[in-house]
């Protein structure tokens, strides 16, 4: 309510007042030229106005208030009926509050919106995304701009809050061809961030352009078929489908061969989400989930007690165990076969037996050996045999991941088996369609001394990752050399997969997202699963973290945890506001990153600069393809 009026209009009466003061108003029955009648009709005349006047003003606040809550509230995110109709649901009945929504039929279990989401509220069930703690949602709506699917199988609803999807490069979903005709991209940069998809994309975008230079004329000026940059998941499968297609193939990799995978903490498991669907591409799983307790044991079974019972059917799953197991063992690199046989095995039996109990029990109860005679003795063979295609289907289509180690041996094994012949420590600095025919030429450096290459390819396959070149710390002596334990090694560091190596050193990890954190515990502490505890003092490091002002809004709640338990517990030196002033073969220079005072000289090591890398973007465009 505004009192403006009010003064002015009480002001006006005693400006009238003060002017007409000095008559006598009991003599004359009028003051000044009015009379008490008139003055007191002015007086009312005028306070009706002022109040008209806060009247309109509070009635005209309110309306644009009424209008800006109805905007507002227009602008909220809710289910549409379409979207009920696809849930299932005839009305939404969940939480008023922001949270976000998934429809399973969209989701394809990448772990996007699980790794965008910095409060936990989401995690992969049963091969896709679920909204496990709503409540702890804080409005941050980048799990919806995380999801690679469109329509977006991850929504926020309850909020009027921007969504601002990642930029994308511009490619035919169907066919991987970007907006450059003869050139493909897949994998992460494509936008979907899934092993097991760019796996499939690089088998079937291999297929695309043998099926596409199957009836083109011939090209006298290509040396190559394809070229394929990038050789992580997607890039060795492409290479292996290839290879396997008889096309003239070059496979280029700025690094070694899936260092993706490789760049992975040592153990770290790593998931193929999502397991409910068959896996296919150039790159097989036979050979990997074989181990037990991937996920912290096993649930009890009495499989192995029921089929006891039967001493006959003990015998026949001993019969048929070596042809099931050389079905599987045929699909496992052959270096790995003596490693993996009895694992192999014992994993066959194990699955046979637990198939055969469940059969049982669906036909019966208590007296086993009578249930086995009527049901299964019967056509024993026949079953055996479909229990057999069930199971090795799933150990080669269905597995749901592995650790790190088993996937390198398996996948490199596989790609040596099959010949393929990758260009690894090879940088690609451009790629152009020719002038003068159907083909592309590929300019890299090659090795440490980046010795300049061309090649020449009809067409051509992106599969490079997301993070392309780290970032660097932009120090003048940042390649510079430290006498280590009596060799020298480069100070400062761009990965960590093998936190074990670096025992009792000092050390300094530079960055505030979930890399650096992890990286920052894992060099202070052993994990088992989400619990940790502090490494043995033989095998202490001495580190601190340098965070230039605050953690990423995407760092998990586990990792922000796990960082200041240990930071509580004096394990880690965690610095806000810190950056590198100046770097020395044994010691750093810390400095206030907004007064640039120096604040401490440390001793050091190594230097972990764990602060992302600069996406590919510039690299696309300079191609040709646009990024949407």
């Given at each position: 309510?505004?009192?403006?009026?009010?003064?002015?209009?009480?002001?006006?009466?005693?400006?009238?007042?003060?002017?007409?003061?000095?008559?006598?108003?009991?003599?004359?029955?009028?003051?000044?030229?009015?009379?008490?009648?008139?003055?007191?009709?002015?007086?009312?005349?005028?306070?009706?106005?002022?109040?008209?006047?806060?009247?309109?003003?509070?009635?005209?606040?309110?309306?644009?208030?009424?209008?800006?809550?109805?905007?507002?509230?227009?602008?909220?995110?809710?289910?549409?009926?379409?979207?009920?109709?696809?849930?299932?649901?005839?009305?939404?009945?969940?939480?008023?509050?922001?949270?976000?929504?998934?429809f399973p039929e969209r989701c394809i279990g990448c772990q996007a919106c699980v790794d965008a989401c910095p409060h936990d509220v989401l995690a992969i069930v049963d091969g896709v995304a679920a909204a496990v703690a709503p409540d702890l949602c804080m409005e941050d709506t980048a799990?919806?701009?995380?999801?690679?699917?469109?329509?977006?199988?991850?929504?926020?609803?309850?909020?009027?809050?921007?969504?601002?999807?990642?930029?994308?490069?511009?490619?035919?979903?169907?066919?991987?061809?970007?907006?450059?005709?003869?050139?493909?991209?897949?994998?992460?940069?494509?936008?979907?961030?899934?092993?097991?998809?760019?796996?499939?994309?690089?088998?079937?975008?291999?297929?695309?352009?043998?099926?596409?230079?199957?009836?083109?004329?011939?090209?006298?000026?290509?040396?190559?078929?394809?070229?394929?940059?990038?050789?992580?998941?997607?890039?060795?499968?492409?290479?292996?489908?290839?290879?396997?297609?008889?096309?003239?193939?070059?496979?280029?990799?700025?690094?070694?061969?899936?260092?993706?995978?490789?760049?992975?903490?040592?153990?770290?498991?790593?998931?193929?989400?999502?397991?409910?669907?068959?896996?296919?591409?150039?790159?097989?799983?036979?050979?990997?989930?074989?181990?037990?307790?991937?996920?912290?044991?096993?649930?009890?079974?009495?499989?192995?007690?029921?089929?006891?019972?039967?001493?006959?059917?003990?015998?026949?799953?001993?019969?048929?165990?070596?042809?099931?197991?050389?079905?599987?063992?045929?699909?496992?690199?052959?270096?790995?076969?003596?490693?993996?046989?009895?694992?192999?095995?014992?994993?066959?039996?194990?699955?046979?037996?637990?198939?055969?109990?469940?059969?049982?029990?669906?036909?019966?109860?208590?007296?086993?050996?009578?249930?086995?005679?009527?049901?299964?003795?019967?056509?024993?063979?026949?079953?055996?045999?479909?229990?057999?295609?069930?199971?090795?289907?799933?150990?080669?289509?269905?597995?749901?991941?592995?650790?790190?180690?088993?996937?390198?041996?398996?996948?490199?094994?596989?790609?040596?088996?099959?010949?393929?012949?990758?260009?690894?420590?090879?940088?690609?600095?451009?790629?152009?369609?020719?002038?003068?025919?159907?083909?592309?030429?590929?300019?890299?450096?090659?090795?440490?001394?980046?010795?300049?290459?061309?090649?020449?390819?009809?067409?051509?396959?992106?599969?490079?990752?997301?993070?392309?070149?780290?970032?660097?710390?932009?120090?003048?002596?940042?390649?510079?050399?430290?006498?280590?334990?009596?060799?020298?090694?480069?100070?400062?560091?761009?990965?960590?997969?093998?936190?074990?190596?670096?025992?009792?050193?000092?050390?300094?990890?530079?960055?505030?997202?979930?890399?650096?954190?992890?990286?920052?515990?894992?060099?202070?502490?052993?994990?088992?699963?989400?619990?940790?505890?502090?490494?043995?003092?033989?095998?202490?490091?001495?580190?601190?973290?340098?965070?230039?002002?605050?953690?990423?809004?995407?760092?998990?709640?586990?990792?922000?945890?796990?960082?200041?338990?240990?930071?509580?517990?004096?394990?880690?030196?965690?610095?806000?506001?810190?950056?590198?002033?100046?770097?020395?073969?044994?010691?750093?220079?810390?400095?206030?990153?907004?007064?640039?005072?120096?604040?401490?000289?440390?001793?050091?090591?190594?230097?972990?600069?764990?602060?992302?890398?600069?996406?590919?973007?510039?690299?696309?465009?300079?191609?040709?393809?646009?990024?949407?």
């Open positions: 309510m505004k009192v403006v009026p009010i003064v002015i209009s009480l002001a006006i009466i005693g400006l009238l007042i003060w002017l007409n003061q000095g008559n006598d108003a009991a003599e004359t029955g009028r003051l000044g030229g009015l009379s008490l009648l008139g003055w007191a009709s002015i007086v009312t005349v005028t306070l009706m106005i002022g109040f008209v006047a806060i009247f309109r003003s509070s009635l005209r606040s309110a309306l644009w208030s009424r209008r800006d809550v109805i905007k507002t509230h227009e602008l909220i995110r809710k289910l549409t009926l379409p979207e009920l109709k696809e849930l299932r649901l005839d009305k939404y009945r969940g939480p008023a509050y922001p949270h976000p929504v998934i799990c919806q701009a995380e999801c690679p699917v469109n329509p977006k199988a991850c929504i926020v609803i309850n909020t009027a809050k921007e969504v601002r999807s990642l930029p994308t490069p511009t490619r035919d979903g169907a066919t991987f061809q970007t907006n450059v005709p003869g050139c493909y991209i897949i994998g992460d940069v494509s936008g979907v961030p899934l092993i097991k998809n760019a796996v499939k994309e690089g088998a079937e975008v291999a297929a695309r352009v043998a099926n596409d230079l199957k009836d083109a004329p011939a090209e006298p000026k290509a040396d190559f078929d394809v070229a394929i940059i990038g050789i992580g998941p997607g890039g060795a499968s492409a290479a292996a489908a290839a290879s396997e297609a008889g096309l003239r193939y070059i496979a280029i990799e700025q690094d070694k061969i899936l260092s993706t995978i490789d760049l992975y903490p040592k153990g770290k498991y790593i998931f193929f989400k999502p397991d409910t669907k068959d896996w296919v591409g150039g790159l097989s799983v036979a050979g990997l989930g074989l181990a037990k307790a991937k996920y912290g044991g096993e649930a009890p079974d009495d499989s192995q007690e029921i089929v006891g019972q039967i001493p006959e059917l003990t015998s026949l799953i001993t019969e048929h165990l070596p042809a099931i197991r050389q079905r599987l063992i045929d699909k496992i690199p052959a270096n790995l076969h003596p490693e993996l046989y009895d694992i192999v095995s014992d994993k066959l039996q194990r699955e046979l037996t637990k198939r055969i109990a469940l059969y049982l029990r669906g036909k019966g109860q208590g007296n086993w050996p009578e249930v086995y005679s009527l049901h299964f003795a019967p056509d024993s063979d026949r079953l055996i045999s479909e229990f057999s295609d069930e199971i090795v289907d799933r150990l080669e289509t269905k597995i749901p991941g592995d650790q790190r180690e088993n996937i390198l041996n398996v996948w490199l094994g596989t790609l040596a088996q099959k010949g393929v012949q990758v260009n690894e420590n090879e940088s690609c600095k451009s790629v152009t369609p020719a002038g003068d025919g159907d083909y592309f030429v590929i300019n890299t450096e090659q090795g440490a001394e980046k010795t300049p290459q061309a090649y020449n390819a009809r067409r051509v396959v992106i599969a490079i990752g997301l993070r392309g070149a780290p970032n660097k710390l932009r120090l003048t002596n940042e390649d510079l050399k430290a006498s280590i334990d009596g060799r020298k090694e480069a100070k400062v560091i761009y990965g960590l997969s093998s936190p074990m190596d670096f025992r009792n050193k000092n050390i300094v990890v530079v960055g505030g997202g979930n890399v650096a954190v992890e990286a920052a515990v894992d060099l202070v502490a052993v994990r088992d699963g989400a619990a940790f505890a502090p490494r043995a003092p033989a095998d202490m490091n001495r580190v601190t973290l340098l965070v230039r002002d605050y953690l990423a809004p995407t760092v998990k709640f586990g990792n922000k945890l796990q960082l200041y338990t240990c930071a509580d517990d004096g394990l880690i030196d965690l610095r806000f506001g810190v950056g590198i002033k100046e770097m020395r073969e044994h010691e750093l220079v810390l400095e206030d990153v907004k007064t640039k005072k120096v604040v401490a000289t440390i001793p050091n090591d190594y230097v972990f600069a764990l602060i992302g890398g600069e996406r590919p973007n510039r690299f696309l465009e300079s191609i040709g393809i646009t990024i949407a």
